[in-house]
């Protein structure tokens, strides 16, 4: 397999201007017919050869302009179809037939379920079809799909439906028309026995748009929360963005076989059910909270990559980053916007700085890769969206809004660039962002580190910043960025200070611009050493290299005015705690637990929390995986043993003040997902978390009680998940029997329930594993349960993925060689947590490389491939 190279990008030969398909359906012999409006575009030679786009497609016929071509005149290999000469106008119509029954890839057309149903992005379309299958290739579509009348009595594509009828032998057809301009990324089928619940919308312009949830059946109860999510997404997009809704129809399918989380295909949005369905009985805060960022995400894509797309693939972060933003953005206002933030921030600084500091590091904009699959990774999306916040912060709200107007207006219809949408910025702002750029080329994690002093008889403080951005793979020298750190200073009694520099006055909180190696500001009139807090609501995707005492960091947990700043000065806190917990588990010392800490923490506990969401993140100690990624050598062990040490006791000692506050957090209200009462839920769990931490038989009756009182799936997930986590593995199993027999026909559920056994720490946790991938609910074809399995074991179970006998190595390793044949993607992203073994034990290293060498022996996907071949060099 061999690169593609950003540099060596061509602007299309041939353009066109409309396409036409037909499919007639069936599981092993879908037929597609193909009649495509083609124009040579202007500047290319006359004897330019067509070459389509076709992934290992059987071409049954093959015309132009009616006339059928003759062997010798275009040649078919497994990747393309070139035709050697074409008019400068013409009409091309090909034939090909597939078999969406045994596409295992989920790429392309396939059978989820016996429904068919298509994933294109980002190079699915070429598995459909003969095709320049280019995001910069635009065309109107028209889509007639036919199919048998019993098996798929529903029968969608993208746009409004014109046509539809009966045929001979029990078949129908319905054509779709799609009046806007697309690429074929986007294009969407699905055919199904399929049913719906419908609203209507009226846009801000006056457009009445209907809007439909397809979903098998047995599903129809799961669909409510989404359709108020996707109403609520509607308007907040005019509202906030000035983005209106485009067509008469708006239409979201729940597949249950699907690679991502969901597909922003024109009028068409498809979704991993898991990322749509929900109520209840069957679904935890945490995931109606996700559903209604994914909705948003999807509808939001409407303008920003659909209407807006990329110009190539090397351009995603364009779409993905500026979406993922504002998706943020609408989470945060429809719930806690400190909540989200925090959450956001955990999710970058846990697994996307681990990215980026592995092998498989690349830049927002990547400037080459083997298989673009492989780039919808959290750098792009979470790290582009945390680019697209830095621009809104230097630009401010008002200047921002100008310039995505100015953004959505001038390339409104195009196939554009990253510089398109920052020179919008920059015109709108005055800005000279060309410094910023650098945030799009450059891999890797910027480290700032602080020095700080007080000079009493001057009355000065001086910060001296410093920014350095480790090498990543193919980036050995690093230009300095420009770094925005907002920050603060805080006086004796914990208020701001005002702020002075070279005489200005900068208000209670700046933005300093960190924009060479090292920077030095003054600030004057301070009238005695403050504690600055630095890079408040997280300004800038970086690592701050800030050494605190733990009394300063006690100070601004407890008094910064930044909401974020006094969460994180909370996990600083806790970190330096259970780093000494960890120093004392290394030499075999035995493990005890800082009285000052634990004063914190009850005072937290014990104060009337007046934000329930932020407190119970506050009372959440740092996941095993970001105390990793503090570390230079990740001592796996240490980490897990200082944690589960200070969370038991912290149980114990506080036993108390953590019942008190699980009793006053009850509640009989009737459920909702809404704000107040997750907040309060989360709260309520924590303390359970705690109380059963303890190990005390009281703490488990609790647990007992709010599973049996079965009250919603919040509650009695958070209950299974203590029972089930148990030392004694006798106090859960009655529980996850009980679940797992209740549940067996949920598979969304299921899930859930193969999640909290494969991530409970016990030794036989792998044994667990293989046994469950026996389960008649476990299929590894299913993404969804793969990841609910598999995924949640090596994510979530750090001890025994990383076992000292390489058998969580091992178990990964057989999975991936498995699902490198069937779902190629799915492998690629799979195999990563092997790849990250930079820091660990030399035992550990050696053990993943072995693994890692035994898949490379295998013949590898491109996906794979480049993956491990990363990982190995
Ligand atoms: N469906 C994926 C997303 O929405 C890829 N575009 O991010
Ligand atoms: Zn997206």
Redesign the pocket.
């Known amino acids: 397999p061999h690169a593609i190279y950003l540099k060596d990008y061509q602007p299309p030969r041939y353009q066109v201007e409309h396409t036409e398909l037909r499919f007639d359906l069936a599981p092993d012999a879908t037929r597609v017919q193909a009649t495509l409006q083609i124009a040579r575009a202007p500047g290319t030679a006359s004897d330019a050869a067509l070459v389509l786009d076709g992934d290992h497609l059987t071409l049954e016929h093959v015309a132009i302009d009616g006339q059928p071509l003759e062997p010798g005149e275009f040649e078919v290999t497994d990747r393309a179809l070139t035709i050697y000469t074409v008019p400068e106008r013409f009409r091309l119509d090909t034939e090909v037939v597939l078999a969406p029954a045994s596409n295992t890839a989920l790429e392309g057309l396939y059978q989820s379920n016996g429904m068919f149903c298509t994933q294109c992005?980002p190079e699915g379309f070429r598995r459909i079809t003969f095709y320049p299958d280019r995001p910069d290739v635009m065309a109107t579509f028209t889509t007639t799909v036919i199919g048998d009348q019993a098996a798929t009595p529903i029968l969608l594509a993208n746009g409004n439906p014109v046509e539809r009828g009966e045929l001979p032998d029990g078949r129908h057809f319905v054509t779709w028309n799609d009046p806007h301009p697309k690429p074929a990324y986007l294009f969407a089928l699905v055919a199904g026995n399929l049913e719906k619940i419908e609203d209507q919308f009226t846009t801000q312009g006056g457009r009445e748009v209907t809007l439909q949830i397809w979903v098998e059946q047995q599903n129809l109860d799961k669909t409510a929360f989404a359709m108020t999510a996707l109403k609520h997404s509607m308007r907040w997009d005019e509202e906030r963005f000035g983005r209106e809704y485009d067509l008469d129809l708006f239409m979201i399918v729940a597949v249950d076989d699907f690679n991502?989380?969901?597909?922003?295909n024109k009028g068409l949005n498809i979704f991993n059910s898991s990322a749509v369905l929900a109520n209840p009985d069957t679904t935890v805060d945490a995931m109606f909270q996700r559903i209604e960022g994914i909705v948003a995400?999807?509808y939001f894509?409407n303008w920003s990559?659909n209407r807006v797309t990329c110009r190539d693939w090397f351009q995603l972060a364009l779409?993905?980053g500026f979406?993922v933003f504002r998706d943020q953005l609408f989470s945060s206002d429809m719930n806690s916007a400190p909540v989200k933030r925090i959450e956001d921030v955990a999710l970058l600084r846990t697994a996307q700085f681990a990215e980026d500091s592995g092998p498989t590091a690349h830049p927002v904009r990547p400037d080459h890769f083997i298989e673009i699959s492989n780039f919808?990774t959290l750098t792009v999306?979470e790290k582009g969206a945390e680019v697209v916040r830095m621009l809104c912060n230097l630009l401010g709200w008002e200047t921002f809004r100008k310039g995505s107007d100015l953004y959505f207006e001038r390339f409104d219809g195009q196939a554009v660039r990253v510089e398109d949408f920052v020179d919008c910025m920059a015109e709108v702002s005055n800005l000279d962002l060309t410094q910023f750029m650098r945030w799009y080329s450059q891999a890797g994690t910027p480290e700032v580190s602080v020095d700080s002093a007080y000079d009493a008889e001057r009355r000065t403080f001086t910060l001296t910043l410093s920014q350095h951005t480790p090498a990543t793979p193919g980036q050995d020298e690093k230009a300095p960025l420009q770094i925005p750190v907002e920050m603060g200073l805080l006086d004796e009694q914990g208020a701001d200070m005002a702020l002075v520099i070279d005489g200005q006055s900068h208000g209670s909180s700046t933005v300093l611009n960190l924009d060479e190696s090292t920077k030095q500001f003054v600030f004057e009139d301070v009238p005695h050493a403050p504690v600055p807090s630095l890079l408040r609501g997280f300004s800038a995707p970086v690592k701050l290299r800030q050494t605190l005492t733990r009394e300063q960091l006690s100070f601004l947990m407890r008094h910064d005015s930044d909401g974020f700043n006094r969460w994180d000065a909370g996990q600083q806190l806790a970190l330096k705690e259970l780093e000494t917990l960890m120093a004392a588990y290394r030499h075999g010392d035995e493990m005890v637990l800082d009285e000052f800490f634990v004063e914190t923490v009850r005072s937290l506990v014990e104060t009337p929390a007046s934000d329930k969401a932020v407190l119970a993140e506050m009372l959440t100690l740092p996941t095993e995986a970001f105390i990793a990624e503090q570390q230079t050598t990740v001592d796996i062990d240490a980490i897990h043993q200082a944690r589960r040490f200070a969370i038991a006791r912290l149980g114990d000692t506080l036993f108390e003040a953590f019942e008190t506050l699980y009793t006053q957090e009850q509640s009989d209200a009737a459920y909702a997902p809404d704000f107040d009462q997750i907040a309060q839920r989360s709260l309520k769990n924590v303390a359970l978390a705690y109380l059963c931490a303890s190990g005390r038989e009281e703490a488990f009756a609790y647990a007992r009680r709010q599973f049996e009182a079965n009250a919603n799936m919040t509650d009695v997930r958070a209950a299974l998940t203590q029972l089930a986590h148990a030392g004694d593995t006798s106090i859960g199993d009655p529980a996850i029997r009980a679940f797992g027999e209740r549940w067996a026909h949920d598979p969304l559920v299921m899930d859930q329930w193969f999640a909290t056994q494969v991530s409970r720490p016990h030794e036989d946790a792998l044994e667990r594993v293989r046994f469950l991938m026996a389960h008649p609910a476990f299929s590894i074809k299913n993404p969804n349960r793969v990841r609910a399995l598999i995924g949640t074991f090596v994510n979530q179970n750090r001890v025994n993925f990383h076992r000292r006998d390489g058998q969580g190595y091992r178990l990964l390793a057989d999975v991936v060689i498995e699902l490198n044949r069937l779902n190629p993607e799915i492998a690629a992203r799979m195999v990563l947590p092997l790849t990250r073994f930079k820091r660990l034990d030399e035992t550990r290293r050696a053990l993943m490389l072995e693994q890692l060498e035994r898949i490379k022996a295998e013949p590898l996907s491109r996906n794979v491939y480049e993956v491990v071949d990363k990982a190995l060099t």
């Open positions: 992005e991502m989380g969901a597909m922003e995400h999807e894509h990559g779409k993905e979406t919808y999306y």
